[in-house]
């Protein structure tokens, strides 16, 4: 089954500066993969997508990421941070006819004014 | 459009007792899917559907069933609670087209089992 992981818990920025939030995955064929945030007591919403197409995705509140296949990634990236992006942030992989979505473990995203 | 909403907010349940948590969508969305979110493991999935009458097993399916008898309603039915389904629970619904959809994402259920 295809597998996501998150390599870090948190991830702290300062406002202003670019920020990066990392995420592997695995899985057979071509992978479908999102990124959610998600705030406090509530659900999650969704960010952006890969689904084919240009390796780099633009998405919601001037998020982006880069699709690489070679090193089988897809960080979130954003080019300069405001204390309202502290949040919780999820990467989701999804295979082709596969309607089994996984979750990595989530990045705790903290902006510091 | 209400979107996903899920009740009830917040339950406790004692060990051996059952509930069910209840999920709808006014977005005529044919996916449906329930996750439990635990701190350090982010999202797993419980049960899916792709349609009325039709569900499948996620990761995480023990101690949990569902039925999808119309397209707006999928409830999620713990038939003997136990402590280690103490967990926020979360819906979600999406269209079911050929390639995977974005899903939208209820509130969200907190469950507390004693």
Redesign the interface.
């Known amino acids: 089954a295809q597998s996501v992981a998150q390599p870090e818990d948190q991830v702290n920025v300062a406002e202003g500066n670019p920020l990066t939030v990392k995420c592997t995955y695995s899985v057979s064929g071509n992978p479908y993969l999102f990124w959610y945030v998600q705030y406090p007591n509530r659900g999650l919403q969704f960010l952006l997508k890969y689904i084919t197409g240009d390796n780099l995705v633009k998405g919601s509140y001037g998020f982006e990421a880069e699709f690489n296949k070679s090193q089988t990634s897809f960080h979130l990236k954003k080019p300069s941070a405001l204390v309202s992006d502290s949040a919780l942030y999820f990467c989701a992989v999804r295979g082709y006819n596969n309607n089994d979505m996984r979750f990595g473990a989530g990045t705790r995203l903290t902006v510091k004014p | 459009n209400a979107g996903?909403t899920q009740t009830p907010k917040f339950q406790v349940l004692k060990t051996g007792q059952s509930m069910t948590l209840q999920c709808a969508q006014d977005m005529n969305h044919e996916?449906m899917?329930w996750?439990r979110q635990d701190p350090?493991?982010?999202?797993?999935?419980i049960h899916?559907s792709?349609g009325a009458g039709i569900t499948?097993q996620?990761?995480v399916p023990n101690g949990y069933n569902v039925s999808r008898s119309t397209t707006e309603d999928f409830p999620l039915r713990l038939l003997s609670a136990a402590p280690s389904q103490t967990s926020v629970y979360?819906c979600?619904s999406s269209i079911q087209g050929a390639?995977?959809e974005?899903?939208?994402?209820?509130?969200?259920t907190r469950l507390l089992v004693l």
């Open positions: 996903v996916y899917s996750y350090g493991m982010g999202l797993r999935l899916y792709v499948d996620g990761e979360f979600a390639r995977p974005t899903q939208y994402f209820g509130p969200g």
